[in-house]
């Protein structure tokens, strides 16, 4: 009756030698191909180093300026307005500006990645019942997976550094554009369609002219969820060299710094909710603008 209490396992020895194959197999990958990759992702460095020397480049009341225009363009709200700017100078005020243009650069980055990747891939699913029967269980995973094992596999085959920790970010942060889009695309209304159908349009007219701009606002709230995953992972993304508002908690956390991690954790607060008004905003205005288009 002991099988009833222990569940039954494989053979240890069998189990430690197939887990020591795997690993050895990946480090002689890494060893094999891991400067190939490295080399692959060097646009992707030279760009991330182009961003962070632009927002810590400029000068901070340009930059409260140009974030308070984007607030007014996508929300018309002069609340939001105001919400940020004094969210963005309570964060100067606190000695934590250049950390957190790092940080802000780092998201524009692992935004615009997730959105050259995700959106092709959404497109896809929309089109291909059979795509999308594929890919939904591997978005499962990506958003299951706890987001330490993402950084295992990357620091493996790249090192330690900002662009492995932007990889991990946008594995991370990825499943929901692609599954937004895939369902805002799939969510138009099939008169819309047969009505473009009837005009003539083809396949690429009726996916640019139609169903994207139809899909925006349901597409705005998979970069809208994007984002906010994204800077969710900044603290663990930090523990591989990202820099930002992520390396002072860090040190908080080893050293029982208390006021150092709340700060640094209400500064990354803070940028969430300025991201989040912004793009819920602009989403929410595409909503109504459509409803008044249809209505």
Request: a positive charge; charged letters at 15%.
């Amino acid at each position: 009756m002991e099988w009833l209490w222990k569940f039954p396992s494989m053979d240890e020895d069998l189990l430690r030698a197939l887990k020591k194959s795997v690993d050895e197999g990946f480090r002689a990958f890494t060893r094999g191909y891991g400067g190939s990759i490295e080399t692959l992702f060097s646009p992707l460095q030279s760009f991330l180093i182009w961003a962070e020397r632009l927002m810590t480049g400029m000068p901070w009341p340009l930059v409260v300026a140009i974030i308070g225009a984007i607030a007014w363009l996508a929300t018309r709200s002069w609340r939001i307005v105001v919400g940020c700017i004094v969210t963005l100078l309570l964060i100067g005020y606190f000695d934590m500006w250049e950390d957190t243009m790092k940080t802000v650069s780092m998201i524009f980055v692992c935004t615009v990645l997730s959105i050259a990747v995700g959106l092709p891939i959404g497109i896809a699913m929309s089109r291909s019942d059979r795509m999308q029967r594929v890919v939904n269980p591997i978005l499962d995973v990506m958003q299951t997976m706890p987001s330490f094992v993402y950084l295992i596999p990357v620091v493996m085959l790249l090192g330690i550094g900002r662009v492995p920790g932007v990889i991990a970010v946008v594995i991370y942060a990825l499943p929901p554009m692609i599954r937004l889009t895939n369902l805002g695309i799939r969510m138009v209304d099939r008169d819309v369609l047969e009505a473009a159908d009837a005009f003539g349009s083809s396949s690429w007219q009726k996916l640019r002219n139609v169903q994207l701009p139809l899909a925006l606002p349901t597409i705005m709230a998979g970069i809208n969820q994007t984002i906010m995953m994204a800077l969710a992972m900044v603290v663990i993304a930090s523990m591989i060299g990202v820099q930002g508002l992520g390396q002072p908690v860090l040190k908080a956390i080893a050293n029982q710094y208390f006021t150092l991690g709340v700060f640094n954790g209400l500064a990354i607060v803070g940028i969430a909710i300025i991201f989040d008004r912004i793009s819920q905003a602009y989403g929410l205005r595409l909503q109504k603008h459509r409803e008044v288009v249809h209505g």
